[in-house]
Structures are given as structure tokens and as C-alpha cells.
Nanobody
Framework: QVQLVESGGGLVQAGGSLRLSCAASGRTFSTYSMAWFRQAPGKEREFVAGITWNGGRTYFADSVKGRFTISRDNAKNTMYLQMNSLKPEDTASYYC???????????????????WGQGTQVTVSS
């Protein structure tokens, strides 16, 4: 079973930036699609961004398109989420998740992701 560990969350003012990281254990990281989700208190977990196994394709929720960038370094078993122009409504716990092996990047339903990290908190103050 793969283990995913997020880091990089914190408190930032509106308009600021943060970079989240997701470190994965195991030797099969490079063959799986990956994604970032977030969940605010009282709300359902929502898809933020996805990336194919080789980083060749990415997909974003409309709410973050143009502000967030997703990337991965398969040599380091790590995925990243660069978040710019942050808004108070971006405040949430952010989770990385492993999708299907060689899976599609447009998968946004959390039920199709089998492994999750523990989450990292992002708080954007106005």
C-alpha cells in the first residue's frame, strides 16, 4: 500500500502563494495518475487538479484554473501544487490522492482514488 505525505501548507494573505508537496512511498509512483483535492469545513471534498502518470497532461477545476499549477517529479516520487493569487475561498485542507495506473487525468470523483494522504491545511486571510 502506497503512503502519501503532504507538506507545505500554512497561513498566507490573499494574493500570496504556497507550494504544496506530496511525497509517495513505493516504486510504482511513476505509473499512476495523481490528483489534489481539498475540503473546507462543512463542505464535500472537491477536485482541484490532476496529472497523468508522466506529467504529460494536467487538468484543473475551473475555480483554480490560471492560478494553480500541478507538476510531478517521478525521480523523487513527489507531486507538487503551486498555488498563486490565493483567495480566502481557497482555505481548506488539501489532500493528494493516487488515481488509476496509467489513468485519465479528467477523473474528478474522489471514489476513484484509492490512496490518500493525511492532508495539509491552507488558510488564506483576507
Amino acid at each position: 500500500q502506497v503512503q502519501l505525505v503532504e507538506s507545505g501548507g500554512g497561513l498566507v494573505q490573499a494574493g500570496g502563494s504556497l507550494r504544496l508537496s506530496c511525497a509517495a512511498s513505493g516504486r510504482t509512483f511513476s505509473t499512476y495518475s495523481m490528483a489534489w483535492f481539498r475540503q473546507a469545513p462543512g463542505k464535500e471534498r472537491e477536485f482541484v487538479a490532476g496529472i497523468t502518470w508522466n506529467g504529460g497532461r494536467t487538468y484543473f477545476a475551473d475555480s483554480v484554473k490560471g492560478r494553480f499549477t500541478i507538476s510531478r517529479d517521478n525521480a523523487k516520487n513527489t507531486m507538487y501544487l503551486q498555488m498563486n493569487s490565493l483567495k480566502p475561498e481557497d482555505t481548506a485542507s488539501y489532500y493528494c490522492a493516487r488515481g488509476a495506473q496509467f489513468g485519465a487525468v479528467e477523473t474528478v470523483n474522489p471514489s476513484f482514488f484509492g490512496s490518500w494522504g493525511q492532508g495539509t491545511q491552507v488558510t488564506v486571510s483576507s
